[in-house]
Nanobody, 121 residues
Framework: QVQLVESGGGLVQAGGSLRLSCAASGSILSINAMGWYRQAPGKQRELVASVPSGGSTNYADSVLGRFTISRDNAKNTVDLQMNSLKSEDTAVYYC???????????????WGQGTQVTVSS
């Protein structure tokens, strides 16, 4: 079984910082891209940031310069450091990873359970 477990999140004032962490565990052969998405009430889920197994990171325009994604391939973890938070960053944040389990011959998308981030103005 493969699973993604998130930690971090919570309530913070505008201008503050939070750090989200996500760890992939289980019978994993390899991981391709890892990233973070978010979904605000009444809105579609959107990509926040992603990082491939090798290569440059990708950010949504709305978080560029404020958020930083980092990945530890040895630990199968991905973190999201969020600085200068704004009220519009309030959402449920989901970890995502494209993983090939040992039991399969293909990659598939896996999701964390989601963690709430609330920014008060």
């Amino acid at each position: 079984q493969v699973q993604l477990v998130e930690s971090g999140g919570g309530l913070v004032q505008a201008g503050g910082s939070l750090r989200l962490s996500c760890a992939a565990s289980g019978s994993i052969l390899s991981i391709n891209a890892m990233g973070w998405y978010r979904q605000a009430p009444g809105k579609q889920r959107e990509l926040v940031a992603s990082v491939p197994s090798g290569g440059s990171t990708n950010y949504a325009d709305s978080v560029l310069g404020r958020f930083t994604i980092s990945r530890d391939n040895a630990k199968n973890t991905v973190d999201l450091q969020m600085n200068s938070l704004k009220s519009e960053d309030t959402a449920v944040y989901y970890c995502n990873a494209r993983i090939r389990p040992r039991s399969r011959h293909y990659y598939d998308d896996y999701w964390g359970q989601g963690t709430q981030v609330t920014v008060s103005s």
